[in-house]
């Protein structure tokens, strides 16, 4: 059963579905799932013209989209496998991604109660290692 | 010089720059700008299809996104002028926002430091007035 | 009914209680209730030894319980009527405030759902007005 | 060098000279430094009747100032050795903590820049290992 919800292709299934519908998360289509299951999720993704601003770095506002994002896909590998209503969403910007840099975007499930989730984002360059941004996420799942 | 700096149409142009610029900031070609100057800016949009998560509401990667830029046009009308880059965001969601619903974006900058800028920003339904979001922003200006 | 539990009194009764419980609101017995109900409370304090840091200034973990009571104590005035259980608290720190300052904490109840509070306070230098610190106070009354 | 500003009794002096300073910081009087060194800092408390709510469990302002002083003491082992001044802390509560448990805080630091540092605590039940609450808080270093 965590295969049939919790496998890498089950995520990358959910971006293709999300990505292609017609809604905001069109700006995700290039998002790469590389693992998940058991309340993680490991994305990947480069660092492209269509996710800039106008400073030519990652866009802070895209940045805050992979915390959401990411960080739901994670809690939706979880026994409870829903996706949940965002409550709060906190981001601290530590460095600049720059065009052309691969970045690794990193979720995991830190607790699910019976009414809420809380989950944890590390963003890092995938060359580097070096944190680009860390985020929390709660969503009420009740 | 406030009206070089801070006026609605000094926004309004920074945000078609911005749209237009082929980077995220595509996402608020249809954000309108409708006051704005001494660190506040109200902005104003119409929820469409391209701003909605797969549940049909306002996406909430896109409110942190208006969170993001809304109140640094705000910033950008105080005596400073500048952009700043983003230290930390945080973003509070209340309730849902649905398709065809008109929202109000509205910024203001709460201190402008020597190095560090604080920025807060509610999110309401139009015709309402029910808050959708909250959200703080500190940018570091130094 | 608001009266019963909702005025001043009321508020200023378990500020009373809750600091002379043995616990940490011992920290709380010099907050003054100023006004309060409807979702609303505002408190004042003057900073004396006991509140500060090494640096001789309000201590931040000081400010993020003046977040947390006050905007619970708002709380208690709405119809629910009930302290919650926090969930999310984020504090902006602005400005410092010195011994001897008069500092005024201010909290309102942004919006009560079914399951969530979201409340938002602000604390300010009396007799400048000055901003010291915002917060965000997220609690689960379900 | 490093064991001259970063070692475990170096944290537990400053624990000690602060919680004696008659400010604020003696609620810490019974804080723990079991581990510290390299931008690191590990404490341990047992939950007494001062550090609670009147619910009986570890109070949200005194989660806060755990989160505020055990990352400070992180920052202090860094090449910087300064404490800084706080910009934002934000606190997730996942659980309570009742009387007589031992927790653990656990701090590390994430990233210091040129002017700002970042901060990141997990407080944990020392029994179960269950998170009771994770913070994040950034403070000015320049």
Redesign the interface.
């Known amino acids: 059963m965590a295969a049939a919800n919790g496998g890498r292709k089950f995520l990358q299934q959910i971006v293709k579905?999300?990505s292609e519908?017609?809604?905001?998360?069109?700006?995700l289509s290039k998002l790469r799932v590389v693992a998940g299951g058991n309340g993680k999720c490991v994305a990947e993704m480069t660092v492209e013209?269509?996710?800039?601003?106008?400073g030519g770095t990652l866009?802070?506002?895209?940045t805050?989209?992979?915390v959401?994002?990411v960080s739901t896909m994670a809690l939706m590998t979880t026994e409870k496998a829903v996706p949940g209503?965002?409550?709060?969403?906190?981001?601290?910007?530590?460095?600049a991604a720059t065009s052309g840099q691969e970045i690794v975007i990193n979720a995991e499930t830190?607790?699910v109660?019976r009414?809420?989730a809380?989950l944890?984002v590390d963003i890092t360059n995938k060359e580097s290692g070096?944190?680009i941004a860390?985020g929390?996420h709660?969503k009420?799942i009740?």
């Open positions: 579905m999300m519908g017609g809604g905001f998360d069109k700006n013209k269509e996710h800039e601003n106008s866009h802070g506002g895209l805050a989209t992979l959401d994002i209503v965002s409550v709060n969403i906190n981001v601290s910007y530590m460095k830190l607790r109660g009414n809420l809380f944890s070096a944190l860390t929390s709660t009420y009740g």
